[in-house]
């Protein structure tokens, strides 16, 4: 697997000033692509959608299928979805995947949770072209945010098809290559968040922002995310804002996703989410400390931390 940075801001977007310069972790809020044989998956669409948009054109990606993994509905995650221009090419496919938002588990089933949530971001008078009218083809699926589900995904042709859980008997009975599987991962943020497991070929990625630990780890990270081999978490704040103010905001500190990622068994780390308020220097310090915090602790799987570099890419294998 491959997985590609498009936006690892957290928040807000926060491009370079004068005198502010993000240029080197990048100023667009949360977007990563990552690429499994067949399968291209999309972890959410925040102000990194419109690179990551054009960045697909440039691959000549039309008429394609995409599963896209939608962590919650907060505007840094989804914000870019209307300026990502593979949503206007009306040969390609999207199987979209959120969760019901809480106050709307009574919602009619006829009514997609999911589909409604987006569309309210793009409803007039906020944005010109409503998501349902976006040309390519969606699909939508909302999963529990309180409880951890596991589904696949089967290659089909040039396409894909969903299968639950309870649809495969056997997963050896599918080529390797052709199938995925993807576990859902409740995190401890406001309005509720997933983070999502994907397991492909052997490799294993788990993506978990926003999450704010309950205490020293979350225990189904602990359990979900066990043994992966690179896991993506949120360290937005340092550890004094986190003992301060930012308290209850819904992210993490850089300490704390290593002692995380230890505690899980990963193999590496990412740390994401950097706050609009922090600059290239001061991500860089938090970058510095977090290093020697981990070195110090003298981890034995873990093997790499680093803070995400948007247009970076990593290879799983
Ligand atoms: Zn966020
Ligand atoms: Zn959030």
Known sequence: ???????????????????????????NTTCYYLEAGPFRIIIDMGSGARPLGNYLMKEGEIGKSFIFLLTHYHSDHI???????????????????????EGRENVDPLKNVVLQALEEQQASPYFPVPHGLLPANKKYRAHNRMFSEVFYYVVNGEDYVYKPLADIEDPENYALKEIIKIT???????????????????????????????????????????DVDLIVLDGQYTAEQLAGLTQTFGHGNPELCVDQAVACGAKSLLITHMDPGHDDVKVAEMEKKCIEYFTKKKAKILNNVEFVKE???????
């Open 1 to 27: 697997m491959k997985l590609h940075s498009f936006g690892a801001r957290g928040s807000l977007p926060s491009p370079s000033t004068r005198d502010f310069n993000t240029s080197i972790y990048g100023g």
């Open 79 to 101: 914000q870019g979805i209307g300026f990502c221009v593979p949503f206007y090419i009306k040969e390609n496919t999207f199987y979209i995947h959120g969760f019901t938002p």
């Open 184 to 226: 859902t991962v409740p995190l401890h943020h406001p309005n509720g968040c997933l983070g999502y497991r994907v397991d492909y070929m052997g490799s294993s990625i788990a993506f978990c922002t926003d999450n704010e630990p309950f205490a020293f780890t979350n225990n189904k990270i602990n359990t979900l995310c066990k």
């Open 311 to 317: 247009g970076d890419s990593w290879q799983i294998s």
